[in-house]
């Protein structure tokens, strides 16, 4: 609720994909409380390192777990979890080595 609204309150504006429903706001400044994975003042952006969000998901998004040998870091695509791939590796987490690349074992 705010005097400088003539009509006193302002519908909620937060994603409730990122927030726990309509738990958890605070009454006087109409913040919500994001899930933990989740940023931004209307919940609806994913932490660096973690793609989705998602309703299922109690956290609010997945980790974009990329594999250290095919990616270059553990940076994704924000909304599918793509991550930037090395050359010759494939997949969403470039853990694929493709048909150029030579597969080396450690013994």
Do not use: F
């Not at 003042?41 to 390192?49: A, I, Y």
């Not at 994704?76 to 050359?87: L, V, W």
């Amino acid at each position: 609720m705010r005097k400088e609204d003539p009509d006193g309150c302002r519908p909620c504006s937060w994603n409730l994909i990122g927030t726990y429903g309509n738990e958890g706001w605070d009454k006087v400044t109409g913040k919500c409380t994001c899930k933990a994975l989740v940023m931004e003042e209307q919940c609806d952006h994913c932490l660096q390192e973690h793609y989705g969000p998602s309703v299922d998901d109690p956290n609010g998004c997945k980790t974009c777990d990329c594999d250290p040998g095919g990616a270059y870091d553990n940076h994704c695509d924000s909304a599918e979890g793509m991550c930037r791939c090395r050359p010759n590796y494939i997949g969403r987490k470039m853990d694929i080595a493709g048909h150029a690349s030579i597969n080396i074992q450690l013994k």
